[in-house]
């Protein structure tokens, strides 16, 4: 992958790399609330041999207390330094414990070692460090005593004594969160490249070309500024055919499409022509839905009477058509879209209007659009783009069937992305995207 192709990753793929950084930073502030606060206290002691004033002694005298300081620094975190300290201050945790607590190092070519103690108080830590110093300044004058009545061979002076730490050494809380957030960029990089290679959406109209029968007539993606004309030139070409008066429209996407049906009926108007919208779609999810005859008998009262189609057409004035809206639908209903009373309720719309735009049930979702197809003039399937995959596209032109000479294009549709704020009010979509 390319930096154009990780970019067009981040850009469709980034809820669930936030979902991921969220997620791994929350479980690193929850482990690092759970690390107990650690305060530490540091010592220098200065080691040095017995030796005799001239300058060859004092030479002889620096080299070997290098070489024990070597020893010393094994021996300041040793059991048995941590055994007196233990005992010395009457400490409830183990020897063991304690020890774990102590480090000692050196600089490199010097005789200074520092003594480093952790508790989890800040009095404590520098009580410890004290106490440790003077155990294995203790433990260093003795091991160096060679007679009983003699001085140590070397000796063990302190330099700096240990301070109360005035704030914490531990836990680097700002580092887990540092770790969690990096954890989370990679988990969720790494889950956005799985998901979008299983996803089998269609994303572009390229891809439908692929394996479409029949054109693409119109590229709609709703909201933006170009919308309108594309709508305007889909209206061009279906106009090249006066004959086209009676359009049916269908979506091959899972999920039905009104804005489509919609918006070509607005624009068919917008020439001045008298148009009707007819929601035939019995999944209920038509245009009724949103026109303001959405609760008005329509189509399923006229398809069961001998009524005329003019006394359930309503005007929708912010749209600037008129619209048969599905009514009160019953089981009989998606079998009279199939008889002859439908075909006569749409010839007497035909001359009242100069353009009729029908709308029908998604193909997959009922057997409407196959029958309603024989009805009209032509077809004109809808897919809506990032939402369908190519499997459910071919599988509603088998249902539909490959050489069914009505359906005469497809126009893709997409909708814009989700808002932050429409995320967060439905999260499920982030899995979904």
């Given at each position: 992958?390319?930096?154009?192709?990780?970019?067009?990753?981040?850009?469709?793929?980034?809820?669930?790399?936030?979902?991921?950084?969220?997620?791994?930073?929350?479980?690193?502030?929850?482990?690092?609330?759970?690390?107990?606060?650690?305060?530490?206290?540091?010592?220098?002691?200065?080691?040095?041999?017995?030796?005799?004033?001239?300058?060859?002694?004092?030479?002889?005298?620096?080299?070997?207390?290098?070489?024990?300081?070597?020893?010393?620094?094994?021996?300041?975190?040793?059991?048995?330094?941590?055994?007196?300290?233990?005992?010395?201050?009457?400490?409830?945790?183990?020897?063991?414990?304690?020890?774990?607590?102590?480090?000692?190092?050196?600089?490199?070519?010097?005789?200074?070692?520092?003594?480093?103690?952790?508790?989890?108080?800040?009095?404590?830590?520098?009580?410890?460090?004290?106490?440790?110093?003077?155990?294995?300044?203790?433990?260093?004058?003795?091991?160096?005593?060679?007679?009983?009545?003699?001085?140590?061979?070397?000796?063990?002076?302190?330099?700096?004594?240990?301070?109360?730490?005035?704030?914490?050494?531990?836990?680097?809380?700002?580092?887990?969160?540092?770790?969690?957030?990096?954890?989370?960029?990679?988990?969720?990089?790494?889950?956005?490249?799985?998901?979008?290679?299983?996803?089998?959406?269609?994303?572009?109209?390229?891809?439908?070309?692929?394996?479409?029968?029949?054109?693409?007539?119109?590229?709609?993606?709703?909201?933006?500024?170009?919308?309108?004309?594309?709508?305007?030139?889909?209206?061009?070409?279906l106009t090249e055919d006066p004959a086209l008066v009676s359009l049916l429209l269908t979506s091959l996407s899972p999920h039905s499409e009104p804005?489509?049906?919609?918006?070509?009926?607005?624009?068919?108007?917008?020439?001045?022509?008298?148009?009707?919208?007819?929601?035939?779609?019995?999944?209920?999810?038509?245009?009724?839905?949103?026109?303001?005859?959405?609760?008005?008998?329509?189509l399923s009262e006229l398809l069961r009477n001998n009524a005329t189609p003019a006394g359930f057409v309503l005007a929708w004035p912010e749209v600037?058509?008129?619209?048969?809206?599905?009514?009160?639908?019953?089981?009989?209903?998606?079998?009279?879209?199939?008889?002859?009373?439908?075909?006569?309720?749409?010839?007497?719309?035909?001359?009242?209007?100069?353009?009729?735009?029908?709308?029908?049930?998604?193909?997959?979702?009922?057997?409407?659009?196959?029958?309603?197809?024989?009805?009209?003039?032509?077809?004109?399937?809808?897919i809506e783009l990032g939402q369908t995959t190519s499997n459910q596209v071919r599988g509603a032109l088998a249902t539909f069937g490959h050489d069914?000479?009505?359906?005469?294009?497809?126009?893709?549709?997409?909708?814009?992305?989700?808002?932050?704020?429409?995320?967060?009010?439905?999260?499920?979509?982030?899995?979904?995207?």
């Amino acid at each position: 992958m390319g930096l154009i192709d990780y970019w067009r990753l981040l850009r469709r793929r980034w809820p669930i790399i936030v979902v991921a950084v969220v997620i791994c930073t929350g479980a690193a502030y929850g482990y690092a609330s759970t690390l107990p606060t650690e305060y530490t206290a540091s010592s220098s002691v200065y080691v040095s041999m017995a030796t005799g004033t001239s300058v060859n002694d004092s030479y002889q005298g620096g080299l070997a207390a290098q070489q024990r300081v070597r020893s010393y620094v094994d021996l300041a975190s040793s059991v048995t330094v941590a055994t007196y300290v233990h005992d010395q201050l009457g400490l409830k945790s183990s020897v063991s414990d304690l020890r774990g607590r102590i480090t000692a190092v050196s600089p490199p070519a010097t005789t200074i070692i520092i003594i480093t103690v952790k508790d989890s108080t800040a009095s404590g830590a520098r009580t410890l460090a004290d106490e440790v110093v003077s155990q294995f300044r203790a433990l260093v004058s003795r091991l160096e005593v060679t007679q009983s009545d003699a001085a140590p061979a070397a000796r063990a002076e302190v330099i700096d004594k240990a301070q109360t730490p005035s704030q914490p050494s531990g836990p680097q809380k700002k580092r887990y969160y540092m770790l969690g957030v990096l954890a989370g960029l990679m988990v969720g990089l790494g889950a956005a490249i799985l998901r979008d290679k299983l996803d089998r959406r269609v994303r572009t109209s390229t891809e439908l070309e692929a394996f479409l029968p029949v054109p693409i007539l119109g590229i709609v993606d709703d909201g933006r500024p170009g919308a309108a004309g594309e709508l305007r030139r889909l209206r061009t070409r279906l106009t090249e055919d006066p004959a086209l008066v009676s359009l049916l429209l269908t979506s091959l996407s899972p999920h039905s499409e009104p804005d489509v049906a919609i918006g070509l009926a607005r624009t068919f108007a917008d020439t001045g022509a008298r148009v009707v919208l007819v929601d035939a779609d019995t999944t209920g999810h038509g245009s009724s839905r949103r026109s303001p005859a959405a609760a008005a008998a329509g189509l399923s009262e006229l398809l069961r009477n001998n009524a005329t189609p003019a006394g359930f057409v309503l005007a929708w004035p912010e749209v600037g058509i008129s619209v048969l809206p599905l009514g009160g639908m019953d089981f009989r209903t998606p079998d009279l879209l199939d008889s002859e009373r439908f075909t006569d309720i749409m010839s007497k719309l035909r001359s009242e209007f100069d353009h009729i735009v029908v709308e029908a049930a998604p193909v997959t979702a009922a057997a409407d659009a196959i029958a309603l197809a024989r009805r009209v003039d032509a077809t004109i399937g809808v897919i809506e783009l990032g939402q369908t995959t190519s499997n459910q596209v071919r599988g509603a032109l088998a249902t539909f069937g490959h050489d069914n000479k009505r359906m005469i294009g497809t126009v893709v549709f997409s909708r814009p992305a989700r808002s932050v704020g429409e995320l967060v009010k439905h999260p499920l979509d982030l899995v979904k995207r």
